[in-house]
């Protein structure tokens, strides 16, 4: 009887999630048909790889496996939310700095851009700025094409982001001192890491 209460306990708390799952951004990057090969024959599965965000500046990314596609997806979009990572902005809509990131054979490089650019990127890292509510930046991609690769590497130098106020407190100085202008541009909410 008490396991039966525990998983009454349980989906109430899914219903939850459940609610809070409309303010995330859901982006399928790929999905990938796998076989496993076993005595009667092949045995088909499915891989997939999401990348989930708040557009404020969180994102995450999971990768899910299953014989279905909606429970590979499922699995993937629970584990992007379990990774999620913050990343500060700067005004909101796109980098603080310039980055280079990789993993594996994957790399990428990330400019910040005016306003007005646009997600000038390709496929898997394009997801990965949506997701986050990044709306200007530059991006490339640099050797391979693996999804799974190239997200990592963008999360990689997306977590590696030091919001001015951030190296300003390190220092001991102004934020004015350490981007040479007055502190106007710089907004409240950018240097929350």
């Known amino acids: 009887m008490a396991r039966g209460d525990n998983r009454d306990q349980r989906g109430g708390g899914n219903r939850d999630r459940e609610g809070q799952e409309s303010e995330f951004v859901e982006k399928l990057v790929s999905i990938n048909r796998v076989a496993k090969v076993v005595k009667g024959g092949r045995r088909f599965g499915f891989a997939a790889l999401v990348v ?46 310039d980055l280079k990131g990789h993993f594996g054979a994957g790399q990428v490089v990330m400019r910040a851009a005016p306003a007005g650019t646009g997600i000038i990127a390709g496929g ?53 001192d350490i981007l040479g202008k007055p502190e106007a541009g710089v907004s409240e909410h950018e240097g929350a890491a």
């Open 52 to 97: 989930v965000g708040d557009g404020k500046g969180r994102v995450g990314h999971g990768a899910g496996k299953a014989r279905e596609v909606p429970e590979a997806i499922r699995k993937a979009t629970e584990q992007a939310k379990r990774t999620m990572v913050r990343v500060p902005l700067r005004e909101g809509r796109t980098l603080h700095h």
């Open 124 to 176: 898997p890292m394009r997801a990965v700025f949506e997701a986050l509510g990044v709306q200007d930046v530059v991006a490339k991609s640099i050797g391979t094409s693996n999804p799974h690769n190239m997200v990592k590497a963008t999360l990689a130098a997306l977590s590696s982001i030091v919001s001015p106020r951030v190296v300003a407190a390190r220092r001991g100085k102004k934020i004015s």
